[in-house]
């Protein structure tokens, strides 16, 4: 098929489309507009469902009920529209929903500022929803990888049936490359035979609940979740790696920030200076293997971000204290430039020798 | 040909956003790689607007120019101001002299004057100012051709838009004749 050339929130939900999506619950919020402005245009063309909801908040509960009712549902969002809809994207997990969640972040706190910025990365790894829950989170760094990663996060969560998470920002959302739409097939999807569809007088009422009194049947939930949190740790891993083979510093960027990392990588080679990169294309689960699999020519790690340090966090849990690790990043909407990556970079390399 | 950075830039409405797609999509017309994008944030109306191009044979890295463009395209004073000072060493800068009347400072770059709009309203529309200047730099810089350009309107222009590729044909020819 031919490429087209698309902004990122709109190859995002045209992807959703093209994924079966049957119903999309949103409300308004910049830099992701273009995902509900395509959808209120696309979706009554292929028999869908399109509803400004009146809040984040009815939306993703909009989203529980749709899921419930066993159709593929998606709603996005930013920032602070992803803070009001923590406490449904609990529930789903709670209900085991299929569902998929984009946050196409911005800066914070509060309302901050609509310019790109990765502060949200506690919010969708750890989440600010309560109880013990998991969600695979995708960081796309191209607007084709968001669309195949779009298209991925319908049968993920209909696989697991637990919502999935797509968290670009800003950058991702409104910049044009050429992408073209590859369905991936994936068709040993499980019967969603536990779906609220109506009995029809023949089989027992489904029940579509997240509420579980008694603590041996909450324990007895969260195992079976956990098993299910162990499957996706083990299945869904991804991440790229870039010029790692010889590296002496490795750098650890993704989506937007990687492809700048890149840029400083190319340039510090230019320079004499064996950089690398590792890329977490999951943020959930996070690649922990490939910190693992580092050469051991490598003598220490910077984690570039656009927030104070979030991703961080997880580098120390995945480096297992076997390399220092440096940070550099901007935040409020700031975007760091591949210069100043290097120079971070030649400052560290430099304070080594 | 290794890799064009290109900055457009003027005032809301005088299509500088299209301009960058137009180019955009010639480049991935002939297989090039691309990316377009825009400068977006609590704008004012009537406020500048600009966006950036990378048309490469490599993979594009970040789509973002920070001092390292390889061309401006400025259409009005305050893009002139602002995105001088970005330009490479050795690169091109393409003033739309209708609305700017001082000269650029840098004498380490190539500086070229179109007076876009008088040109477009010579042939009729001043809409087309845009394509004036986006003809020069296609003329300049060769990044992608013009039939590319022409090209990548039939697509981007729609159906009920089709008799407007003429007249950005010409336009696009007229910005490349003012270079030549």
């Known amino acids: ?353 | 040909m290794a890799t064009e950075k290109v900055i457009m830039a003027g005032f809301g409405g005088q299509g500088i956003m299209s301009m960058g797609q137009l180019l955009t999509y010639a480049g991935m017309v002939e297989e090039k790689q691309v990316s377009w994008l825009p400068s977006y944030g609590p704008e004012m109306r009537g406020g500048t607007a600009n966006c950036s191009v990378i048309v490469s044979d490599n993979l594009v890295g970040s789509p973002i120019i920070t001092n390292d463009a390889t061309a401006s395209v400025v259409l009005n004073l305050p893009s002139l101001l602002k995105f001088e000072q970005q330009v490479i060493e050795g690169g091109n800068l393409i003033v739309n002299s209708s609305l700017i009347e001082i000269k650029a400072k840098r004498e380490d770059i190539n500086v070229y004057y179109v007076p876009a709009n008088q040109i477009a309203k010579e042939i009729g529309n001043d809409k087309v100012t845009n394509m004036v200047m986006l003809g020069a730099y296609a003329e300049i810089t060769k990044i992608v051709s013009q039939d590319s350009i022409v090209e990548a309107m039939k697509k981007v222009f729609g159906p009920s838009k089709q008799h407007l590729v003429e007249l950005n044909k010409d336009a696009l020819k007229r910005g490349a004749k003012a270079v030549r």
């Open chain 1, 1 to 353: 098929m031919a490429k087209i050339l698309m902004k990122g929130n709109e190859a995002i939900a045209e992807a959703a489309i093209r994924a079966g999506c049957d119903c999309f619950f949103g409300y308004p919020i910049t830099p992701q507009n273009e995902v509900p402005e395509y959808m209120a245009k696309h979706m009554p063309k292929t028999g869908g469902v399109f509803v400004q909801a009146e809040s984040e908040v009815a939306a993703i509960n909009m989203v529980y009920g749709a899921a419930g009712a066993g159709f593929r549902v998606m709603t996005s969002t930013s920032s602070p529209g992803m803070a009001l809809k923590q406490e449904g994207i609990s529930y789903l997990v709670g209900a085991e929903l299929p569902s998929v969640i984009v946050n196409i972040s911005r800066g914070g706190p509060g309302l901050g500022s609509i310019q790109p910025s990765q502060s949200d990365y506690f919010q969708v790894t750890r989440g600010g929803g309560n109880g013990d829950y998991r969600i695979v989170v995708f960081a796309p760094s191209s607007i084709q990888e968001a669309v195949d990663l779009t298209i991925k996060s319908f049968d993920i969560a209909d696989y697991y049936r637990n919502p999935v998470i797509l968290l670009g920002d800003g950058m991702i959302g409104q910049m044009m490359e050429p992408v073209e739409f590859n369905l991936s097939g994936k068709t040993n999807l499980p019967k969603k035979d536990w779906a609220t569809t109506g009995t029809n007088g023949e089989r027992k009422p489904n029940i579509i609940n997240s509420l579980a009194l008694a603590s041996e049947d909450l324990e007895r939930h969260n195992y079976k979740l956990q098993k299910k949190y162990d499957e996706m740790e083990e299945k869904e891993v991804m991440h790229e790696t870039y010029k790692m083979d010889d590296a002496e510093i490795v750098l650890v960027a993704y989506g937007t920030t990687s492809r700048i990392t890149k840029n400083a990588i190319d340039s510090l080679r230019e320079n004499g200076i064996k950089a690398g990169l590792i890329r977490p294309i999951t943020l959930w689960p996070f690649p922990n293997k490939a910190f693992e699999e580092i050469p051991k020519t490598a003598k220490s790690i910077l984690v570039v971000e656009m927030s104070m340090g979030q991703m961080i966090d997880d580098v120390k849990i995945a480096n297992e204290g076997r390399l220092p690790i440096h940070f550099y990043g901007r935040a409020g909407g700031m975007i760091p430039s591949p210069e100043e990556i290097a120079n971070k970079a030649k400052e560290i390399v430099g304070g080594a020798k």
